[in-house]
């Protein structure tokens, strides 16, 4: 289905937050938004990542299973968010890495209404302005509160992963499983998706 220009070009706020965008992050770097938390250890989930299927904003199906050997980059996104400019950094690690990394958005609308738009609008504002490729999943929750999608709810339970017990704190907070499937860590939306190690 073909939009009209209103849900492809991006709106005045939106640019203004592009272009603001590497001062908001020197500015939040500091914050609960600038956090990071290793799986040192090295724990392994109670319950594998890989039984876990993402319904894709298409409707299709992704099986995590297919990424074993891999690791998976796990991001919230929206559109509206002063850290919406990550879209470009994510889509050059999956430009760059595709081969060893997977990276997985999911839009979602928790964070003051950040994401308002329906799958179609938000997949094709993602592409017309970013040139995103990767793997958009059907909008949901990302936090507790609302009804938490069972995938972050694993991202963010100690019974669960086997050690964090973080829920997104924003927009693009980010998790990266290891090749083993294992969380290895949780970086927050002030954290420059080209700051985590993602390379094998």
């Not at 929206?78 to 890495?97: K, M, P, V, W």
């Not at 829920?167 to 700051?195: C, H, I, M, T």
Request: glycine share 8%.
């Amino acid at each position: 289905m073909l939009l009209s220009d209103k849900h492809l070009k991006m709106t005045f706020k939106q640019k203004l937050l592009k272009l603001f965008y590497p001062q908001i992050m020197r500015g939040s770097k500091q914050s609960e938004k600038g956090k990071i938390l290793v799986n040192k250890a090295q724990v392994s989930p109670a319950e594998s990542i890989y039984d876990f299927e993402v319904e894709l904003n298409n409707g299709q199906k992704l099986p995590l299973s297919q990424f074993r050997n891999k690791r998976i980059l796990i991001v919230n996104t929206a559109s509206d968010c002063g850290y919406t400019g990550q879209f470009d950094e994510l889509q050059r690690l999956h430009e760059q890495n595709g081969s060893e990394l997977a990276v997985i958005g999911f839009p979602a609308n928790d964070f003051r209404e950040q994401e308002k738009g329906s799958d179609a609008e938000i997949a094709q504002f993602c592409k017309v302005n970013y040139g995103v490729t990767f793997p958009l999943a059907k909008k949901g929750s990302v936090i507790r509160a609302h009804g938490q999608q069972d995938l972050f709810s694993w991202l963010s339970s100690k019974q669960r992963n086997g050690w964090c017990e973080q829920e997104p704190v924003w927009n693009f907070s980010k998790y990266l499983v290891d090749e083993q499937g294992r969380l290895s860590g949780f970086y927050g939306p002030a954290v420059s998706p080209a700051e985590i190690p993602t390379k094998v």
